[in-house]
């Protein structure tokens, strides 16, 4: 089997960096290439049977798959029971296979699905609350349920072209009132179980329910499908149908997940950590391995989060000192610059409808700038939005992939809800992790590559994060900081908050860390104002071990890159292995790299 690690070398350009993929030449196919090829392909179709958002996700849902444009993915109980048993059944395919008999390639694709589905087998196995695998332990909460992503996913991936999309997008109306009150099903089912999501949590998701529950005339589920279809010519009172479907079966089955959380909220506790839950040491552990590939503990990778905000923290000193603020902590100075206003917008709409129109150019900045540095640029077009106001309070800023055929774009979603929480300094470096050369560059080229079609629908959190943050530094290096310490200290403060993350997720969930202590550590690390700290421990509160994803994975990432360089000559400071075995030992050249190497 692989090292654990080489599994984040998820795309095509990254493969080659894998062990097992250093031939000078391309070998022969194995023998059993062809009986794989046959079970990938099984798996993929199985997929999109059972997710149709997956296929409008993909813009694979016409000709012999249209019907999935009419459905949602099913959020019963029965449904979680079905897909359970097909990952029980496809990992003894898997395990019935001769990996001996395969050719290199198809050895990683086999290692790397194989790991995904046994990961997500064993934590099925063990825990009965959540989801499918480990890293969801609530149905509901500020950030999970239907309620948080169908609007969003029927006003910017379900396409509108035709009548026949103007029924499909009322029958998913439909479909959504039902899909909460199967998420009601399973809630009352972990209830029992003696899961709960945290007093917060509650209180976030009803606090954005009553945003989402508006008047039809003010609804997007509403006006998405009617602004659209009247954009292209298609006739029908699609308004008035849409508001039928509204007000008679939406706004009740909301009503219905509000009155539910407002019936937990007596039994909700204000411990932050999924320690308290059935089992709770052990999901975090089986979390922390899905987000990172790893087998580190919470205590190693909370003192790597040390580590590496330490020396964080003195090449930020450093560029702070070029701007003349020489008083104060790091994070003191960070909550001095977010005041700055030489770098806010009007908390306006036009004053956002700048910032965005502002990081448009930069993203064409850096398009001119790939070709110097990629052989293989994406296709796909990149568009950058404001998250939707009905779904900001929670939502973090993030993108969402494009289709495959590149028909729709890959969008960077933008939180504004207050532009003081984006001041420009922050917003490059952002930028770059969300757009290009970070999420779009990687996702979409992954997409578009010669991978089989389930491997290129599998993402491993710490690739698909980690590059991003390893983005954000090859854009260092590509000099777009250069003359600019405003924005290289954008830099420095948000991987100054992933490696916060490592801190304060462990905190939580394995410290036992208060929610407030947390806030008051992430603040402390890097100087965001208490409302975007907020936000961020209370959505590691309920993705426990996400959060460690990105600065693991990057560390890995520069590793291989290191080692594919050969060390060279490169001047790095090593700090020693902690334990046998553990191959994170992570290295800071302060002021210039961020470099991994194994002692």
Partial sequence: MLDRRSFCLASAAALALSRHAVAATPAAPGLDDAAFGRLLEDFYNSALDESPTLATSLGVDTGSRAAAKSRLDDASPAGLARRKRIVVEQLGQLRRLDRTRLSPSAAINYDAILYDTAATDEADRRFAYGGTGAGGPYVLSQLNGAYAGT????????????????????????????????????????????VVPPDFAIDGAVAQMKVLRQPAAASTLVTSLATRARAKGIPGDWQARATDIYTKRVVPALDRQMALLASLRPQAVHDAGVWRLPDGDAYYAASLRAATTTDLSPDEVHRLGLDVTRDLSARADTLFRKLGMTKGTVAERYAELFKDPRYLYP??????????????????????????????????????????????????????????????????????????????????TTTFHEGIPGHHLQITLQ???????????????????????????????????????????????????????????????????????????????????????????????????????YMLGKVTILRLRLAAQGAGSTRRRIYRQRRPGMRHAAALYAGEDMLVVDP
């Fill in 151 to 194: 609007p969003d996913f029927l006003d910017s991936q379900h396409t509108i072209a035709t009548a026949a999309d103007g029924e499909a997008y009322l029958a998913r109306l439909d479909a959504f009132a039902g899909v909460m009150d199967q998420e009601i099903e399973r809630v009352r089912h972990d209830v029992g179980r003696g």
């Fill in 347 to 428: 908390n306006t709409d036009a004053g956002k409808a700048k910032e965005i129109t502002d990081l448009n150019a930069l993203v064409q900045a850096m398009q001119q700038r790939l070709p110097a540095y990629f052989a293989t640029l994406p296709k796909t077009p990149l568009e950058i939005r404001r998250i939707p106001a009905a779904t900001e309070a929670g939502a973090s800023t993030h993108y969402t992939e494009g289709s495959l055929d590149g028909t729709r774009p890959g969008i960077y979603w933008l939180n504004l809800r207050d532009t003081a929480e984006a001041p420009f300094w922050d917003m490059p």
């Fill in 447 to 549: 997409r578009e590559s010669a991978l089989p079609m389930y491997r290129k629908i599998l993402f491993f959190g710490a690739y698909v994060e980690g590059w991003a943050l390893y983005a954000e530094q090859l854009a260092d290096e590509m000099g777009f900081y250069k003359d600019q310490p405003a924005w290289e200290l954008g830099y420095i403060h948000d991987v100054l908050l992933r490696s916060g993350r490592l801190v304060v997720d462990t905190g939580i969930h394995a410290k036992r860390w208060s929610r407030e202590k947390a806030i008051a550590t992430l603040s402390g690390i890097d100087g965001d104002p208490v409302s975007l700290s907020t936000q961020e421990i209370e959505r590691y509160a309920v993705s426990p071990g996400q959060a460690c994803s």
